[in-house]
């Protein structure tokens, strides 16, 4: 089967959650790239620990992307009675649960 490669219509990752918070209590995320440009805003009107919380998790989204198109990439089979299961090499799946180990990491702040 043949794939066309799409175009990629959101911010490039990766991204990074801000060091500081702004004037009114929000926490930025923003490429990573030294370019200072703000994808989004996190924030929480009484709780700072689930702001940062949040922040965390949408910095991960480039990473959960290509690590959930990973997966869809992978083949499927189905057995006799007609489950679908995924057939990946042992290698690439070590490679892709490490990877998709630390981005979960990294999204609970747990780094």
């Not at 066309?4 to 990752?13: D, L």
């Not at 799946?93 to 609970?108: F, R, S, T």
Request: glycine letters at 8%; aromatic letters at 4%; one cysteine or more.
């Amino acid at each position: 089967m043949a794939t066309t490669e799409q175009k990629v219509m959101h911010t490039p990752g990766p991204w990074k959650v801000a060091d500081t918070q702004n004037a009114t209590g929000s926490i930025g995320i923003g490429a990573a790239d030294g370019s200072g440009y703000q994808i989004a805003q996190a924030s929480c009107r009484f709780d700072d620990a689930e702001r940062d919380a949040n922040a965390r998790l949408i910095a991960q989204a480039p990473k959960m992307l290509l690590l959930l198109k990973a997966v869809l990439a992978c083949e499927t089979h189905h057995d006799e009675q007609g489950h679908a299961y995924l057939r990946v090499p042992a290698r690439s799946l070590a490679d892709l649960g490490c990877a998709i180990h630390y981005a979960v990491i990294e999204a609970e702040g747990k780094e």
